[in-house]
């Protein structure tokens, strides 16, 4: 499962075989503006992503 969390929060079905960064882009996302958290541990645009994993695009924001 893919969730992003942010302004426009969402959750689609994950794509066995493909990498943070492949789906980043699939989803029209900046991997600069998000985090990424692969089964609750950060993970890098090059990670692999099975259907069982729980995949999370947290939003970068700062303000004070």
């Known amino acids: 499962m893919i969730k992003i969390i942010g302004r426009n929060g969402t959750e689609i079905k994950a ?4 990498t943070v960064g ?3 882009s699939t989803l029209g996302l900046k ?3 998000f985090v ?9 645009s090059d990670s692999q992503v099975s259907e069982n ?12």
């Open 53 to 64: 994993d729980d995949l999370v695009f947290l939003e970068v924001f700062s303000g004070g």
């Open 22 to 24: 492949e789906i980043a």
């Open 15 to 18: 794509s066995a075989g493909k």
């Open 36 to 44: 990424s958290v692969k089964n609750g541990v950060p993970c890098t």
């Open 31 to 33: 991997t600069e503006k």
